[in-house]
């Protein structure tokens, strides 16, 4: 990977196997054993903040970016800022938006409202909070999209986690919003977009470099826009071992970085 960039495993990919304490170990030794030395935390079952670090910390898996309760963000920020903080994690993350407050002018600001300053707090704290995008985002409001409405209206503290199927699934190209968030951005989903013939053309996640998303120029805009992670994620491997779909990612992103890097 370049230099400047850690390939990182999305554990929302495997979260049907993180549901346990014994299943949790299990996927830090795979991706592990895979090449991984980051992960996002995402959709896991019960465990002790503790026992999340020595497990982390037995495989040699750092923790990039959680996507973390909102509620808890609201209510009990500082006890996830220690928590975050003993994992050396120093991006917390909103996975999506509620749905209350996405279908109107005044929900939107409402959010926005919120969000800036739990960022603030972040911020002061020596960490990022992070917004994860959908393709919802990408339906306009008042004339001007979702997405583009938060990036003009949130702080600068607020920072963004661009997911290219969803931006491509809203109509939009990945790369022109990784360079738009420029300075706002540590970690990027890298998710593939496959379009199949499955009774019906329908678009379909992949893994990376089997879909038609331009992960070469995505990879140039993460460079530009000063990102440090990029965190594969595959939400729906359709039968395939999704442990193998996360290392055919990780070897496939790696070949994109690899090409850029030899051009340079």
Excluded at 62 to 84: K, N, W, Y
Excluded at 86 to 103: Q, T
Excluded at 168 to 190: E, F, T
Excluded at 210 to 235: L, P
Aim: proline share 4%; hydrophobic share 40%; aromatic share 10%.
């Amino acid at each position: 990977m370049l230099p400047e960039i850690t390939v990182a495993a999305q554990l929302y990919t495997v979260h049907n196997f993180t549901q346990t304490i014994e299943g949790i170990e299990n996927t830090f030794k795979r991706i592990s054993e895979d090449g991984y030395i980051s992960a996002q935390v995402s959709g896991f079952g019960p465990i002790e903040p503790e026992h999340l670090r020595d497990i982390a910390q037995q495989y040699g898996v750092g923790i990039c970016v959680t996507h973390s309760p909102f509620d808890r963000m609201q209510s009990d920020l500082d006890t996830m800022i220690a928590e975050h903080k003993m994992w050396n994690c120093p991006n917390m993350g909103v996975g999506s938006m509620p749905l209350e407050y996405r279908d109107s002018a005044e929900g939107l600001k409402k959010f926005i409202s919120i969000i800036n300053p739990i960022a603030e707090r972040l911020e002061a704290a020596g960490m990022k909070f992070t917004y994860h995008n959908h393709h919802f985002e990408f339906a306009k409001i008042d004339g001007k999209s979702i997405m583009d409405i938060l990036i003009e209206n949130t702080v600068p503290a607020v920072n963004f986690v661009i997911d290219t199927y969803w931006v491509q699934a809203g109509g939009a190209n990945p790369a022109d919003y990784i360079r738009k968030v420029k300075g706002r951005m540590s970690v990027c989903h890298y998710k593939d977009m496959q379009i199949v013939n499955d009774n019906g053309i329908q678009q379909r996640f992949a893994p990376i470099g089997v879909g038609n998303i331009d992960f070469a120029e995505c990879t140039r805009a993460c460079v530009d826009a000063g990102v440090k992670y990029i965190a594969i994620e595959q939400d729906d491997c359709y039968g395939e071992d999704p442990y193998a779909c996360l290392a055919l990612s990780r070897k496939n992103t790696n070949a994109f970085a690899k090409g850029i890097a030899n051009a340079r």
